[in-house]
């Protein structure tokens, strides 16, 4: 920082005016920080000699803001008036197209404002989304600075590029206040954005009670819908707002109304997890088996997603506990399926079917047993789910967490008693399907537990054939550990040393045959 800004800054301006007389020449960027640094902190007397010196009043820093736009943005007056009085471009913009007012209104700067509309400021401006001073007061709740600007003669429902007015933003930040004044100069109550939201939707979706119950004794329409379907008491229903959600009921809420995905208030708290608004909307008569377009109800969506409390809450309240969506999923197969051993086990608590299946023929038991989900298995099999029932594929749940590798499932079910030999309707027993993803550790289990080693499937292939095939390196040396009979083909004649040489496009010995063998 050089001595002239320093000075500057310190409001010292007797020595800058010695540095000035004593012939320092500061470049223009010097002199712009000079004068900006006075004009933030609001030394009028350094300004002046500066000003008196040559410096130019209009002069931006990197930022692209005057020294008048400072002064406004930290309320420095009569800083503002010297600049002003110096000929300072009233209306200015920086980088963002921000002007002197808008910083002013922006920092609640009520003063500041006047001065500026004083001097002719442009009330209407705006910036790059098309913000004018008047929503940048709102956002804040600058209540003083909003009046001023209206009496001025603010547009009250100027739209900045997103259709947002200043009635929506002050909504949207939860500045009550700000949507008194608002109202009372006679802004919208329902004018919308771009998203077709209001300014009740957007205080419901942020949680602001006291926003959302100005609005409401303003006359907002209460059960208005966005674009895609959502009124006010969805969204502050996904977000948990209890007293946003009491006060819309208070005033008449549609409890049931739906989005256009058939999704009501009461989904959208059960999938997110709030127990709160759950218990608010059934106090209130929400339907509690109310689907949506895919079938989903509130019970499922909170199984999906492992939420217990709000499971709780539904069932005590009499949700079906076996209803079905469009696939033919329950409740409990969802839980099942997202690794939620709660969920699950709340689910059994209140005698869910344990061997209800869907339209892929799958049970609770097959869907925990692909994601490996040990917890769950568990479960259901002491609530007696049968361990071989099969799916659309004739595949068991052990086959099915042997191909994913989930050795802890694989271990619970052979402990349950599961058919190791079983085999899928392509001949696809347990270990085959392990062999061919290379899952050592559920192979190791099947084995131990007595799986025949050169079991085949249909095609003739034994778990070694596709082992090799697939370049399971480790499940090949597992499975001659084993004893696999290394030179057993399939139909179409090849050995698993064949599936092997297939790669290099080459022949060679067979290990103590001495007799070449050509890769097929």
């Keep these: 920082m050089g001595e002239l800004v320093a000075a500057s800054a310190a409001g010292d301006a007797e020595q800058v005016r010695v540095l000035l007389q004593a012939g320092i020449e500061p470049d223009a960027k010097d002199a712009c920080d000079a004068l900006i640094c006075a004009a933030k902190n609001g030394h009028e007397g350094v300004m002046q000699a500066l000003l008196e010196a040559g410096a130019a009043v209009d002069s931006k820093n990197n930022d692209a803001m005057t020294a008048l736009m400072v002064a406004a943005q ?76 209206l009496e001025a003669g603010a547009a009250v429902d100027s739209k900045g590029n997103d ?32 998203h077709e939201a209001t300014a009740l939707k957007m205080a419901s979706l942020s949680g602001h009670t006291g926003a959302v119950q100005v609005l409401l004794a303003a006359g907002a329409e209460i059960d208005c819908k966005e674009k895609n379907g959502w009124a006010a008491l969805m969204c502050a229903s996904n977000n948990g707002h209890e007293g946003v959600l009491q006060a819309l009921l208070d005033a008449g809420a549609a409890v049931d109304s739906k989005n256009h995905h058939g999704q009501t208030a009461l989904m959208m708290a059960s999938y997110s997890g709030h127990t709160g608004a759950v218990q608010v909307l059934l106090a209130a008569g929400a339907e509690i088996g109310c689907q949506e377009k895919n079938g989903l109800a509130a019970l499922m969506c909170a199984a999906s997603h492992g939420h217990e409390g709000v499971m709780q809450a539904l069932l005590g309240a009499g949700a079906a506990v076996d209803l079905i969506n469009d696939e033919r999923m329950t ?72 191909f994913n ?69 480790g499940a090949v040396r597992l499975l001659l550990g084993a004893r696999a009979a290394v030179n057993s083909p399939g139909q179409s004649g090849a050995t698993a040393l064949r599936h092997r040489l297939r790669e290099f496009g080459c022949g060679a010995r067979a290990a103590g045959g001495g007799r070449r063998v050509a890769a097929p």
Aim: proline share 0%.
């Design 74 to 149: 930290y309320g420095q007056d009569d800083a503002m008036r010297v600049l002003l009085e110096a000929g300072a471009a009233v209306d200015a913009a920086d980088l963002t197209g921000a002007t002197a007012l808008m910083a002013a209104s922006f920092n609640g700067h009520t003063g500041a404002v006047r001065v500026l509309l004083a001097a002719g400021a442009e009330i209407g401006c705006k910036e790059k989304n098309g913000w004018a001073a008047l929503m940048f007061a709102a956002k804040n709740g600058h209540e003083g600075v909003m009046q001023a600007l």
């Design 163 to 194: 259709g947002m007015t200043a009635l929506i933003v002050a909504a949207n930040n939860g500045q009550a206040g700000a949507v008194r004044v608002l109202l009372e100069a006679g802004a919208a109550v329902d004018s919308i954005d771009d």
């Design 331 to 402: 409740a409990l197969m969802m839980a099942s399926h997202n690794r939620h051993t709660g969920a699950v086990r709340v689910l059994l608590e209140v005698g869910a079917a344990v061997d209800s299946k869907s339209e892929n023929q799958l049970m609770a038991l097959m869907y925990a047993s692909l994601q490996g989900h040990e917890g769950a298995v568990l479960a259901l099999l002491e609530a007696g789910a049968a361990v071989d029932s099969i799916d659309d594929c004739e595949a068991t749940a052990l086959i099915r967490a042997g």
């Design 405 to 473: 590798g989930h050795t802890g499932a694989v271990q619970v079910l052979l402990a349950a008693g599961a058919e190791i030999g079983c085999k899928d309707r392509n001949g696809v027993a347990a270990l085959i399907s392990a062999a061919l993803n290379g899952h050592e550790g559920v192979m190791q289990a099947l084995l131990e537990a007595g799986a025949e080693v050169d079991l085949k499937d249909n095609l003739g292939q034994t778990a070694l054939l596709v082992a090799a095939e697939y370049g399971q390196a």
